[in-house]
T-cell receptor
């Protein structure tokens, strides 16, 4: 069965610092992996996704993630945090049938000036 | 605008009342799914559908019913609301499973 573990429910960084949000997955089939961002009282916005091909995936707002099969990981990074990056971030894996997503519990990112 | 439309945006129910959360998409997507979001729990899959007339249960289906009579619509029914169903509900659709479009959510409070 598919599952996602996000390490750290809350991450705090200073403006300009590296952002690293961790995601590990379990999948019985080749995984399709997604990162979503949710700003307060808003819906979900897709940051990036990995389906097949290049393992380093670039997304919106300067974020990127690297698929590492040997480590079953799909960590999200951004070289320099902005105040506007403060939000909740969700990692997800497509279910085995490919019909829906299985989400992690989320990581709240705080950015201080 | 093309996308996933959820109604209502906000709802307050009394325990034991029934209601239907509406979800409609105009992208001719085959796959549709319902999630609930609770603090510290992420989004959990309630039910999903692979096409008209075909539905299946997700991780937390108890207390919820679904049906899919058309490609466009995938309503979620609460037959007898309970305070434990207080949550934010999201609907999503996908054509092939390569990308998922989410609605803006319904915030439900059961008192």
């Amino acid at each position: 069965a598919q599952s996602v573990t996000q390490l750290g429910s809350h991450v705090s960084v200073s403006e300009g610092a590296l952002v690293l949000l961790r995601c590990n997955y379990s999948s019985s089939v080749p995984p399709y992996l997604f990162w979503y961002v949710q700003y307060p009282n808003q819906g979900l916005q897709l940051l990036l996704k990995y389906t097949t091909g290049a393992t380093l995936v670039k997304g919106i707002n300067g974020f990127e993630a690297e698929f590492k099969k040997s480590e079953t990981s799909f960590h999200l990074t951004k070289p320099s945090a902005h105040m506007s990056d403060a939000a909740e971030y969700f990692c997800a894996v497509r279910n085995q049938a490919g019909t829906a997503l299985i989400f992690g519990k989320g990581t709240t990112l705080s950015v201080s000036s | 605008n093309a996308g996933v439309t959820q109604t209502p945006k906000f709802q307050v129910l009394k325990t034991g009342q029934s209601m239907t959360l509406q979800c409609a998409q105009d992208m001719n997507h085959e796959y549709m799914s319902w999630y609930r979001q609770d603090p510290g729990m992420g989004l959990r899959l309630i039910h999903y559908s692979v096409g008209a007339g075909i539905t299946d249960q997700g991780e937390v289906p108890n207390g919820y019913n679904v049906s899919r009579s058309t490609t466009e619509d995938f309503p979620l029914r609460l037959l007898s609301a309970a305070p434990s169903q207080t949550s934010v509900y999201f609907c999503a659709s996908s054509r092939t499973g390569y990308g998922y479009t989410f609605g803006s959510g319904t915030r439900l409070t059961v008192v």
